[in-house]
């Protein structure tokens, strides 16, 4: 065989030994938020972060965006050493290849819906970011909303906006931090119906973190976190 002819798949993200410590506030020792974490995400893949409160699920998206540094260990996005690169270069890689999806929304509110998902576009440089921003936007079902501000609409709206704005530009990753925390039950399956449905047509890597053992299981990895370690890894 060829050697030469054979494609090297490099995982989307490799975590390795990941730490993260801070000092507590009386001085005494150090808490230990994260603790030599160890994973890889094939592209394409869908993997659940889940556990308890305070288990070191959102920490652990943060590193993995390169938003917090790490105590220790190293994350690798498309090959690249976050942790290697200055801030800049983190926000410039940060914003080619990670889409988000908070809880809270994080819309900006003096912006409309539209112009909230043609900001990433904007910055990234989109000759084209309004016309992109729109079809984004009737994707999601909000082609009427597209002048509203976020104060004028639904908890499930903002957050139809907020999926538009991840999607945009084309992210290889999809990070979502407990997206229908703010939900109530029949919008947030709503809106994990569209995330799924976006996330195959999109053929985009997704992690998510919740705390929703039902939710997780619609991933076809689940990984446990427990006291900042990954405590378990289950194949669906």
């Known amino acids: 065989m060829d050697r030469s002819k054979v494609e090297v798949s490099i995982p989307v993200v490799e975590v390795d030994g990941l730490c993260r410590q ?37 920490t652990l998206l943060g590193l993995l965006a390169g938003l917090d540094v790490p105590t220790a260990g190293s994350v690798r996005l498309d090959g690249i050493d976050l942790f290697a690169l200055d801030e800049d270069a983190r926000a410039a890689l940060r914003g080619e290849t990670i889409g988000f999806v908070f809880q809270s929304f994080q819309l900006l509110p003096a912006l409309t819906a539209l112009e909230n998902v043609m ?76 995330i799924f449905a976006l996330n195959r047509e999109a053929e985009t890597t997704l992690i998510l973190v919740t705390h929703d053992e039902s939710l997780a299981r619609r991933c076809k990895r689940v990984l446990r976190m427990s006291a900042g370690r990954l405590a378990e890894t289950t194949v669906r």
Do not use: C
Not at 22 to 46: M, P, R, T
């Open 119 to 194: 900001l990433p576009l904007e910055l990234a440089g989109a000759a084209d970011a309004k016309a992109v921003a729109m079809q984004w936007l009737e994707r999601v079902g909000l082609g009427g909303r597209l002048r509203h501000y976020p104060k004028h609409l639904s908890g499930g709206e903002q957050q139809r906006v907020a999926l538009a704005r991840a999607f945009a530009p084309g992210p290889r990753l999809l990070l979502a931090d407990e997206p229908t925390g703010n939900l109530d039950a029949e919008t947030g399956q709503a809106i994990i119906e569209l």
């Open 22 to 58: 801070v000092e507590l506030a009386d001085g005494h020792g150090d808490l230990h938020i994260l603790q030599d974490v160890s994973f890889a995400v094939a592209a394409g893949e869908s993997v659940a972060v889940i556990g308890a409160s305070g288990s070191g699920k959102s």
